[in-house]
């Protein structure tokens, strides 16, 4: 019943957030392309691997939950040109922003771990810790996240 409860609101939150997303200045040539994308195409793939995620939760498929939360963490770069505005229009805010999106980060390199333990309710702990928090950033900063390549 738990899991149900879970599943159902991670799939209501994911339907809610799933049109917005979020920029990270530790990825910044940290992910596993070289090449940087816009913000918003970025946002649409980690869009599609939460979609992926969710659906390998619910299918208890361990491997794609690996995959898709491994995703997650590895998305590619930023354009600078979209982390500078993002970056300057969050002004002070900015290290606040960073350490939230870290935190998301972290739990989705967490429910890949998990995913390879194949220890399902760990998986849905760190998932549900990862939808809390990204809601969050986005509920604290998406005002400021008006972006250069989506004006």
Do not use: W
């Not at 220890?119 to 972006?147: F, Q, S």
């Amino acid at each position: 019943m738990m899991t149900r409860i879970v599943l159902g609101f991670a799939l209501i939150v994911f339907l809610f957030v799933g049109s917005y997303g979020f920029a990270q200045e530790h990825h910044h040539g940290h992910a596993t392309s070289e090449a940087t994308k816009p913000i918003a195409e970025i946002m649409q793939g980690m869009n599609s691997s939460l979609y992926d995620l969710t659906s390998a939760i619910v299918l208890e498929d361990y491997a794609l939950i690996t995959t898709a939360a491994r995703d997650i963490v590895n998305h590619p770069s930023i354009a600078q040109g979209d982390l500078d505005s993002l970056f300057s229009r969050l002004g002070a805010e900015k290290e606040a922003f960073i350490a939230c999106d870290d935190r998301v980060h972290e739990l989705a390199g967490e429910i890949a771990e998990a995913g390879e333990q194949k220890d399902m309710d760990l998986v849905l702990e760190k998932y549900a810790a990862m939808i809390g928090k990204t809601v969050e950033c986005h509920r604290n900063y998406k005002p400021d996240m008006k972006v250069g390549s989506e004006e």
